[in-house]
């Protein structure tokens, strides 16, 4: 019978692992709370989609610190094959005008499969050998907020990934929901109001402040300075 894997949720608490990776041993996630993390999964080192990814992620990891996240990467490779793989990508890689990307955060090691399994990165009928791109988010709390899981031949979109991580904690810091393709200044959603009574009343609001399209559906402003004011915290 095919091995299961539980793969954990939006919601749940993120497994805990310890491993070591290319910066040294850590205690997952216990060695980062307080921070927002990205566990992040790529298929093999050596490989070109998961090469521009890693340069695109290097080359974002600035943005990433200043919102107080933490990238995690992880592939059922060895250690000496990361470090061999992300020394040859600064030392020559030079792809779209990213070149010598140095990549400072850390790569977990994990031939065994262990934390692959753990976090149903490993997908059997995708590749029994090596993970998919999966991507976790995970906050100050150790919760899971948010799962993405891409297949192996189709690269990631990291404004996207950034997308996110500021779309949560936009969501945290303002109590509010944030509609399609929302970006930092654009209008976002209110709480739905508890009754269909009270929401009729609030779409009569005549404080300026909210823009209501139905009963169940109320926007207002918040703008990019507000978003942005929260997001070194
Ligand atoms: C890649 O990163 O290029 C790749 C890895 C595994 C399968 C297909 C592509």
């Given at each position: 019978?095919?091995?299961?894997?539980?793969?954990?949720?939006?919601?749940?608490?993120?497994?805990?692992?310890?491993?070591?990776?290319t910066q040294g041993k850590i205690?997952?996630?216990?060695d980062f709370k307080g921070k927002?993390?990205?566990?992040?999964?790529?298929?093999?080192?050596?490989?070109?989609?998961?090469?521009?990814?890693?340069?695109?992620?290097?080359?974002?990891?600035?943005?990433?610190?200043?919102?107080?996240?933490?990238?995690?990467?992880?592939?059922?490779?060895?250690?000496?094959?990361?470090?061999?793989?992300?020394?040859?990508?600064?030392?020559k890689i030079d792809y779209k005008?990213?070149?010598?990307?140095?990549?400072?955060?850390?790569?977990?090691?994990?031939?065994?499969?262990?934390?692959?399994?753990?976090?149903?990165?490993?997908?059997?009928?995708?590749?029994?050998?090596?993970?998919?791109?999966?991507?976790?988010?995970?906050?100050?709390?150790?919760?899971?907020?948010?799962?993405?899981?891409?297949?192996?031949?189709?690269?990631?979109?990291?404004?996207?990934?950034?997308?996110?991580?500021?779309?949560?904690?936009?969501?945290?810091?303002?109590?509010?929901?944030?509609?399609?393709?929302?970006?930092?200044?654009?209008?976002?959603?209110?709480?739905?109001?508890?009754?269909?009574?009270?929401?009729?009343?609030?779409?009569?609001?005549?404080?300026?402040?909210?823009?209501?399209?139905?009963?169940?559906?109320?926007?207002?402003?918040?703008?990019?300075?507000?978003?942005?004011?929260?997001?070194?915290?």
């Open positions: 019978m095919e091995e299961m894997n539980v793969m954990p949720r939006i919601g749940e608490l993120a497994p805990e692992f310890e491993a070591v990776t205690n997952f996630p216990g927002w993390v990205i566990l992040f999964s790529h298929p093999a080192d050596f490989t070109p989609v998961c090469t521009t990814e890693f340069m695109a992620f290097g080359k974002m990891a600035a943005e990433y610190e200043a919102l107080n996240c933490q990238l995690v990467g992880l592939s059922i490779d060895g250690l000496y094959s990361h470090i061999a793989w992300l020394r040859t990508i600064k030392d005008g990213m070149k010598n990307i140095e990549i400072k955060f850390p790569l977990i090691e994990d031939v065994s499969m262990n934390v692959a399994k753990l976090y149903g990165m490993v997908q059997p009928g995708e590749s029994k050998t090596q993970a998919v791109r999966a991507v976790f988010f995970i906050d100050p709390k150790g919760v899971i907020r948010t799962i993405l899981y891409y297949p192996l031949s189709l690269g990631r979109n990291f404004d996207e990934i950034k997308r996110i991580l500021i779309g949560l904690r936009t969501v945290d810091n303002f109590g509010v929901a944030l509609p399609a393709d929302w970006q930092p200044g654009d209008e976002v959603i209110v709480p739905t109001a508890g009754s269909c009574g009270v929401a009729k009343e609030r779409m009569e609001d005549n404080t300026g402040e909210l823009t209501c399209y139905d009963w169940f559906f109320c926007t207002r402003k918040l703008s990019k300075e507000d978003v942005e004011s929260k997001l070194s915290e």
